[in-house]
């Protein structure tokens, strides 16, 4: 599986940005995808996750203002983010698994997209 994440950028405060992240390879696979991010001199953490079946989950920080979204039939998942501020700037990577389950941990996703950069001035 092979995973390339687009739609990073330069925002300002308050603004909107979409990210994209389209799977390719054995994707018959795939279950839950995960978007994370990482600050510099911050580890990677989880921000938002979805099922195949559309259960979502995210972290408090981004409720209300980020939404994941999928797409089964184009093997893409999204992720729309509103209202951002300069904590929401950092690397979103998208990632897979193709085991049953509800992870958050980074090391328990195998599949990686190469992460899009989101700054975000004020």
């Known amino acids: 599986v092979q995973l390339q994440a687009s739609g990073g950028g330069l925002v300002q405060a308050g603004g909107s940005l979409r990210l994209s992240c389209a799977a390719s390879g054995t994707i018959t696979s795939i279950k839950n995808m995960s978007w994370y991010r990482q600050a510099p001199g911050k580890q990677r953490d989880l921000v938002a996750t979805?099922?195949?079946?559309?259960?979502?989950t995210y972290i408090n920080s981004v409720k209300g203002r980020f939404t994941i979204s999928r797409d089964n039939a184009e093997n893409a998942v999204y992720l729309r983010m509103n209202t951002l501020n300069a904590e929401d700037a950092a690397i979103y990577y998208c990632?897979?698994?193709?085991?049953?389950?509800?992870?958050?941990?980074?090391?328990?996703?195998?599949?990686w997209g190469q992460g899009t950069l989101v700054t975000v001035s004020s």
């Open positions: 979805i099922s195949t079946g559309g259960e979502t």
């Open positions: 990632a897979a698994t193709d085991e049953a389950g509800w992870y958050d941990k980074a090391d328990e996703y195998a599949y």
